[in-house]
């Protein structure tokens, strides 16, 4: 997990701050916990000169299985030991653990620290309690010393069976260095210290009245199915068409007229889908009153078989329960679309249920949706709080008692963010309508930029569908918009040269180079580029001229190397290889990877040397810790190359397991069809000209 952002603003997508942010969603959104079902530990200090600690979890009753987060220990009874809260991301999300422990004998002081001429907290200051035999007992004052809580101020400190206090000296933030020495403090009891006095002033002792709790043991909820999720900034959705009965396409915003809108996705087949719809038609007086329009479509015809029998059946149990609001069928892409909605907004991840319930706010825009059956009387109090809100104003703004900053301004469901999660589900025409409507948004505002991203995602989705025409009508409109950005003009020159425009590529690529003389890093871009499209002799040219502006950068020469293999003139990048592996640091694995895989496998048997392949992919291995499916995959060929089959093949194996654990697939089954000829006694030859 990357460290936060220095400042707080809308972040790159690409960063490593976001990146985490994505792996830890994704990891909640599958229902797994941060503390992976790790039980809490509490450990005793022995006392010992070698300051050992027993793990007294299971005696204590702290080994919960819970997703911990706070610890905040705390006199809360008012006994004299100290209690526990603890917190939690998830149910039980508070605990008290109440001290019964302590023996009958054993003392205890509490102060209260309070600053005159250092702040008033006195946050800082140290305070040594000495007992009897002149033992000292040490505490700081700290401004909260734990994740996600606050510690009382309070000092406490356990005398154990000390006959009484001897001393009590305060060392003040920015003090005397001896300290303040303060008297009448005993134990037992609770005091005052104010800096400057040197008299401890006794404080009554507050006590919480938690004598009548009686230990719990929390049970978790009974299971259901019913979900109702308020979202924090409603989500745009592309404009929709449904099936009316009669086979036609028509919109969903001619039902719409600015109203709140519910659109039910149900089936006949679904015992709670057909308890739930004559309920909504039993309160559809109310429901009207408070400017709910309701449409009801049947998913019953989806996957294609018994269409026409479906759509009957559909019509026909609407018709008996006296349904007299809209309905029709659920065409795939307007299921694809709301299921986005949903999988954005319910964690952990699962299958969109029947019935599911969206509630499309006065724009059109998803405020709230439902999982299993909705109350009439929940309806009309979300629909008026959908219609009657600023649509600029996120509903947390609503909700919390007191004004602040959320996540909202880094995590926003964006145009392109909506349009990348369509894509994601498959819905390329949710994905470009996404893109388009943004477009038109911000071009109706001075946002030459913002239009000009939105129009190089829009390309890029194109070029991805194969239709370049309308990526390069969208790069064109782009660099128009943004011409100072170099990226955007690269991008227009890599799917020129994609779509067989060779000439003009050549023109484009030559403009960029001369554009940037002095830059390595750009020329380094685009020989990157070039390489990734296959024009690699070009590639190599640009590379090398920015290799002489920058000779010793080495993700220069990784990339050069590259180049050189992709041209089918390996020999040429092997001392670049080798150079980098030498060197160590930044990319000298990846190099020592790519050097034993090019001497393992490569068809000129002037450039194989297996013994120097296995070396190499072993230092890799070894600095990988095996957990590299790919570095395995090398090693693999490399133990072919050098004869030993044997090792090859239980290589292979492990390589192809962590392949499949890692969601590699691919790879896993190139590495199995690496397999079999290392089973027939043939090393792998790979094509380095590809």
């Not at 099936?243 to 809108?261: S, T, Y």
């Not at 018994?306 to 309905?327: H, K, N, P, T």
Request: include cysteine; aromatic fraction near 6%.
């Amino acid at each position: 997990m990357a460290s936060s952002p220095d400042r707080f603003e809308r972040l790159d997508g690409g960063s490593d701050y976001m990146r985490g942010w994505e792996s830890l969603g994704a990891m909640i959104a599958q229902g797994r916990s941060f503390s992976g079902h790790e039980r809490n530990c509490a450990f005793l200090n022995t006392g010992s000169g070698d300051r050992r600690f027993a793990d007294v979890s299971g005696a204590l009753g702290l080994d919960h299985d819970d997703d911990g987060r706070a610890v905040i220990p705390a006199d809360w009874d008012g006994d004299g030991d100290l209690d526990l809260w603890l917190a939690n991301r998830t149910g039980p999300r508070l605990r008290f653990l109440r001290n019964d422990l302590r023996e009958p004998g054993s003392g205890w002081l509490a102060l209260k620290l309070r600053g005159v001429d250092c702040n008033r907290d006195a946050i800082g200051a140290r305070v040594a309690v000495t007992v009897g035999g002149g033992r000292k007992v040490v505490r700081s004052l700290r401004a909260g010393d734990g994740f996600a809580s606050q510690t009382p101020k309070t000092l406490h400190f356990g005398l154990g069976d000390a006959a009484g206090v001897e001393e009590v000296r305060v060392f003040w933030p920015g003090g005397d260095p001896e300290g303040e020495v303060f008297s009448g403090a005993g134990a037992g009891a609770v005091f005052s210290l104010m800096q400057g006095t040197g008299v401890a002033e006794p404080v009554p002792r507050r006590t919480n009245a938690v004598g009548g709790w009686s230990p719990s043991d929390p049970a978790a909820p009974a299971p259901t199915r019913s979900k109702r999720i308020v979202l924090g900034t409603p989500s745009v959705i592309p404009p929709l068409d449904y099936i009316d009965f009669a086979g036609r396409a028509r919109p969903l915003a001619e039902i719409h007229g600015g109203k709140a809108l519910l659109v039910i996705l149900w089936s006949k087949d679904c015992s709670e889908c057909m308890a739930e719809l004559p309920a909504l038609v039993e309160g559809g007086g109310a429901l009207a009153q408070a400017g709910v329009r309701t449409i009801a479509l049947s998913t019953d015809t989806i996957g294609g078989e018994g269409a026409a029998s479906d759509v009957r059946a559909a019509e026909a149990a609407l018709a008996d329960m006296g349904w007299g609001s809209v309905a029709g069928l659920a065409p795939i892409r307007l299921v694809r679309a709301l299921n986005i909605v949903h999988e954005h907004a319910v964690y952990p991840e699962g299958p969109l249920t029947l019935p599911a319930g969206f509630l499309l706010d006065g724009a059109g825009r998803v405020a709230v949706l439902y999982r299993g059956a909705v109350p009439v009387e929940t309806l009309v109090r979300d629909a008026s709080l959908a219609l009657s809100r600023d649509p600029s104003v996120p509903v947390d703004d609503l909700a919390l008692p007191f004004p602040g900053r959320d996540a909202s301004a880094v995590f926003a469901l964006d145009a392109t963010s909506l349009a990348n999660a369509y894509r994601a589900a498959g819905d390329i025409a949710g994905a470009r309508e996404a893109l388009r409507k943004g477009i038109a948004e911000r071009s109706a505002g001075e946002d030459p930029r913002g239009v000009a991203t939105l129009l190089w995602h829009l390309a890029d989705l194109e070029e991805s569908e194969g239709d370049y025409p309308a990526a390069l009508a969208a790069l064109d409109e782009a660099v128009r918009r943004w011409p100072q950005n170099p990226s955007l003009r690269l991008s227009l020159a890599a799917a020129t040269a994609k779509s067989g425009a060779v000439a003009e590529a050549d023109r484009l690529f030559d403009q960029l180079v001369a554009r940037a003389p002095g830059e390595p890093g750009w020329l380094r871009q685009i020989g990157k580029v070039c390489t990734v499209i296959g024009r690699v002799e070009q590639a190599i040219s640009v590379l090398e001229s920015a290799r002489q502006l920058a000779p010793d950068d080495p993700q220069l020469r990784f990339d050069l190397a590259i180049a050189y293999e992709r041209a089918d003139r390996a020999a040429q990048a092997v001392p670049h290889y080798r150079t980098l592996v030498g060197a160590g640091g930044a990319g000298a694995l990846d190099a020592a990877n790519n050097l034993a895989w090019l001497f393992a496998t490569h068809p000129d048997d002037r450039l194989r040397d297996g013994a120097e392949a296995v070396r190499l992919a072993l230092e890799v291995v070894e600095a990988t810790g095996r957990q590299s499916a790919s570095v395995l995959d090398t090693l693999a060929a490399a133990q072919a190359e050098a004869g030993d089959f044997g090792e090859a093949l239980a290589t292979a194996a492990e390589a192809a397991v962590l392949a499949m654990a890692s969601g590699e697939p691919a790879l896993a089954s190139q590495i199995e069809a690496r397999a079999k000829r290392y089973r027939s006694g043939q090393p792998h030859r790979a094509a380095f000209a590809e």
